[in-house]
């Protein structure tokens, strides 16, 4: 018989949108100060790191190719995040973020890319820089297009719905294997799935 893995033989991840499900969606803000973790969340990072899944922001941030706020102002509210997970003790592996909308105003940013939500890349340059086995990885977010990039990349995804999707378009890679309120249920439904598995 097989040797039953544990949580920590692999190298595995749980992706994390920003807007609207790590902190209140306020949109296209950078303002520091305007940023806080979401309520019903911390728990359930501290859940995950403690049981050795790296937790990795993937956000799109398409203010920039639009002309909203510049690339700087946006790297100052990713330093503001940094700071609220070491806050609560908890380690943010690596932020991630799109900068791009084909629609966009800003040049050299309004292009169509493949690491825009819903298209996977930016989740497989995670993969590819920490090494992760995607099949043992999650992504959470709070609109179809996280479920849909998360299923693109080869993880399992949760939807955490909040109401902040509002279109409901229907595609193949767009069923979330699980559907909750908020960070906290996800992480929990998380482990318990992996401990129904085996893999806890």
Request: charged share 25%; glycine share 8%.
């Amino acid at each position: 018989m097989p040797p039953v893995l544990k949580l920590r033989d692999m190298n595995r991840a749980v992706f994390l949108d920003k807007d609207g499900t790590l902190i209140p969606d306020i949109p296209y803000n950078v303002d520091p100060d305007k940023i806080s973790l979401a309520d019903n969340c911390t728990e359930g990072l501290r859940m995950l790191a403690a049981a050795g899944y790296k937790l990795i922001v993937i956000s799109n941030q398409s203010g920039i190719a639009k002309g909203y706020f510049s690339e700087a102002e946006f790297l100052l509210a990713m330093k503001r995040l940094y700071k609220l997970f070491e806050a609560e003790a908890v380690r943010l592996e690596a932020f991630y973020y799109c900068p791009h909308h084909p629609e966009g105003t800003n040049t050299g940013y309004s292009i169509n890319c493949d690491c825009r939500k819903p298209m996977p890349g930016m989740l497989l340059k995670a993969a590819r820089d920490h090494q992760l086995d995607l099949d043992h990885c999650w992504m959470i977010g709070d609109i179809l297009n996280d479920v849909e990039a998360g299923n693109r990349a080869g993880c399992k995804s949760i939807l955490v719905d909040n109401g902040n999707e509002t279109e409901w378009l229907e595609g193949p890679y767009r069923q979330p294997g699980f559907s909750c309120r908020n960070v906290n249920e996800a992480a929990a439904y998380i482990l318990n799935y992996g401990s129904d598995v085996g893999l806890g």
